[in-house]
Nanobody, 124 residues
Framework: QVELLESGGGLVQPGGSLSLTCTAP??????MGWFRQAPGLEREFVAA????????SYADSVKGRFTISRDNAKNTVYLQMNNMKPDDTGVYYC???????????????????WGQGTQVTVSS
């Protein structure tokens, strides 16, 4: 079994920044990414990074504001969140998997392992 370890959540004012970190200590995954879930809403895709080719994907709502990066040697993925908005509030979940096809990279059911979630709150 694999446990994904998340850190970096917290409270930030609109326009501020936060950085999230997720580490898979037991195994290397071909694709790691982030989803989020606001209260009362479905979990939604945020960003993902595929090791092979360095492919990245972003939700339209965060493109240009969030940046995903990866340290393959440490099997760690980061999410730098800038110019944050209240709509960014939610629980952020790290996700990881292998053998994902490109067309499924935004689908939560394509990932095999999940972190427990870290709360991100954007409020003045």
């Amino acid at each position: 079994q694999v446990e994904l370890l998340e850190s970096g959540g917290g409270l930030v004012q609109p326009g501020g920044s936060l950085s999230l970190t997720c580490t898979a200590p037991e195994r290397t995954f071909s694709t790691m990414g982030w989803f989020r879930q606001a209260p009362g809403l479905e979990r939604e895709f945020v960003a993902a990074f595929r090791k092979n080719g360095g492919y990245t994907s972003y939700a339209d709502s965060v493109k240009g504001r969030f940046t995903i990066s990866r340290d393959n040697a440490k099997n760690t993925v980061y999410l730098q969140m800038n110019n944050m908005k209240p709509d960014d509030t939610g629980v952020y979940y790290c996700a990881a998997g292998n053998r994902l096809i490109l067309s499924s990279i935004r689908r939560q059911d394509a990932y095999d392992y999940w972190g427990q979630g870290t709360q991100v709150t954007v409020s003045s």
